[in-house]
């Protein structure tokens, strides 16, 4: 997992390793702290723009909403849900949680997190890349990263799958900096990092587990490398120092100790993945262009044929005769980035085989940065500087179509709630009325949801109201959300003044409450006088006669 010393090796003819060290230690220290710095803070602070614009614009949708009525509640009421369900996000909903506490709710503050995520990820990468390939390469790799549709999708989703990119990527540099430095047998701190981190990241989100398993991988990949140089050359100095390994193990069993009953509670709530299907017509379309190229057929070819051309072209470089100090650097950058990109996916797979459904295109996120270091190797096979600069605009303008499709008002499984509740704003705009009353229905795709989701993700629009047919309130039961009782008892019980009442649902492919609803307020003197239908959402306003 670690990077060969070039003070080992010849850099060029002619240009010993003291040299370069001579001409590197004559250049200011502020000068190499720039040099160093500036491609993953420049990368990074296009990736957090570039994500964070017009982010606002997407109505909310199913799974944001889950993020915003759970960050909403009291501390008691979220450790109480997180027993009955949800305990997988439980600790980013905390973290969102004191973020709303800082700044308040809005849709953008609900996405900013993701966009700064993205940010992270992108400067991590150019980090990455960096150790393992040179400046250019690390360069080339960030943007790919901030180019990916997934990335874009990612970036503006109120969810955690930005974040789980960064924790990818900083687990795999953590842990990469433990092994070089096992060589000076100064690396116990950063094996703790390590596994502190790992602790961390799988609380985050429990698939990051495959990303320490990849770990392992490339821990033996790489040593089996080493004995085949030494074979050839006994002076070679290994990648993976003896007992690397074994440290590895430890720190792993430690962190499988701490996250087991973590584990164990997100796995007694397996039933909420049980929309997941098995193995079928869709799934190869899902791993070949919908989880890391956003469903785009085009992009998805081009993306792996250029993994497919960089993995080839660094290891047949690295198996020559007389390999170069560059050669050398990609073909260990492979043996870190491809298990990364391989194991997660293809576990998640053979589980689904297995009959145990886990696999859905949006939990392969945390491989996302290791497929932008495979298709920059691929890019990078390019070396001439103009021609390089060319392909990554390529790349980047190939990618503008999805980044535009992200941010469009309906971008998000077609939701129309914005549509809906400005409709709603605007009327009760037009006749002020104190005593006004609501019944939400059910959501189209998820019948068990009433509409009140949209009232979660837009609470402007309903202030005041009284929720007529409400039975269960979720943040007090510790469940998502509310829950209607039998209509012809709690609506006439709650009516008292109310003279407007609004129905708000989804289409009538939905479980349709409003015939019963239309019946129950009829007998109490009210008639529809509106109708709107935007999208899957349907609203009536009734008025008592």
């Known amino acids: 997992m670690s990077s060969p010393r070039t003070d080992t090796i010849m850099v060029q003819p002619g240009l010993s390793p003291v040299t370069v060290r001579e001409r590197l230690r004559a250049v200011p220290s502020g000068v ?14 296009i990736g957090t723009l570039v994500a964070a614009a017009f982010a606002w614009v997407p109505s909310l949708w199913y799974d944001e909403a889950a993020t915003v009525t759970s960050a909403q509640r009291s501390w008691p009421q979220l450790w109480a849900e997180l027993h009955n369900v949800d305990a997988v996000h439980g600790l980013y909903y905390a973290l969102v949680h004191a973020w709303f506490w800082l700044v308040g709710y809005t849709p953008f503050t609900l996405r900013f997190p993701s966009a700064l995520a993205v940010g992270i990820a992108a ?12 400046r250019r390469f690390g360069i080339a790799a960030g943007l790919v990263f901030l180019a990916l549709p997934r990335v874009q999708w990612a970036g503006s989703e109120g969810r955690s799958y930005a974040t789980i990119t960064t924790f990818a990527v900083c687990l795999t540099l953590v842990g990469l900096t433990a092994v070089r430095r096992s060589r000076s047998g100064r690396s116990l701190h950063w094996w703790v990092a390590y596994g502190l981190l790992a602790v961390v990241a799988i609380t985050f989100n429990v698939y990051l587990a495959l990303a320490v398993a990849a770990h392992a991988v490339t821990f033996l990949w790489t040593m089996a490398a080493d004995r085949r140089a030494r074979r050839s050359d006994p002076t070679v100095r290994a990648l993976v120092p003896g007992g690397s390994l074994l440290r590895w193990a430890i720190v792993s069993a430690v962190v499988l100790v701490a996250v087991t009953p973590f584990v164990a509670a997100v796995a007694s709530q397996s039933k909420q993945v049980a929309w997941l299907g098995p193995i079928g017509d869709r799934t190869f379309p899902q791993v070949f262009s919908t989880a890391w190229f956003g469903g785009v057929d085009v992009y998805a070819a081009v993306a792996w044929a250029l993994m497919v051309l960089g993995v080839a072209w660094a290891l047949v470089a690295a198996h020559r005769a007389s390999p170069t100090v560059r050669s050398l650097f990609r073909a260990q950058a492979v043996r870190v980035a491809l298990p990364l990109v391989v194991l997660p996916t293809l576990a998640l797979l053979v589980a689904t085989a297995l009959g145990r459904h886990l696999y859905t295109p949006k939990y392969a996120s945390l491989s996302l940065p290791f497929v932008a270091m495979l298709i920059a190797l691929g890019i990078t096979v390019i070396r001439r500087r103009a021609l390089l600069g060319g392909a990554l605009v390529a790349a980047l303008v190939l990618s503008v179509p999805t980044a535009v499709v992200v941010k469009t008002p309906r971008s998000k499984q077609d939701s129309t709630w914005s549509v809906a509740s400005s409709i709603i704003s605007s009327e009760r705009a037009k006749h002020r009325d104190s005593d006004e009353g609501v019944v939400f229905g059910s959501v189209y795709g998820h019948p068990g949801t009433t509409a009140d989701i949209i009232r979660v993700a837009y609470p402007s629009a309903f202030a005041g109201m009284t929720d007529l047919a409400v039975r269960k309130d979720g943040a007090a039961s510790g469940v998502l959300w509310n829950q209607n009782g039998d209509l012809s008892s709690t609506i006439p019980s ?12 989804g289409t009538p492919k939905a479980r349709n409450i409003q015939p019963e609803t239309t019946q129950v307020l009829a007998e109490h003197g009210f008639t529809a006088v509106r109708h709107w239908k935007t999208g899957e959402v349907v609203i009536t306003e009734f008025r008592r006669s």
């Open 494 to 505: 709650r009516l008292a003044d109310i003279d407007t009442v609004w129905f708000v649902g």
């Open 123 to 134: 400067g991590l990468v150019v980090a990455l890349g960096r150790r393992l390939g040179g």
């Open 32 to 45: 190499r702290v720039a040099v160093v710095r500036t491609p993953e803070l420049t990368v990074g602070a």
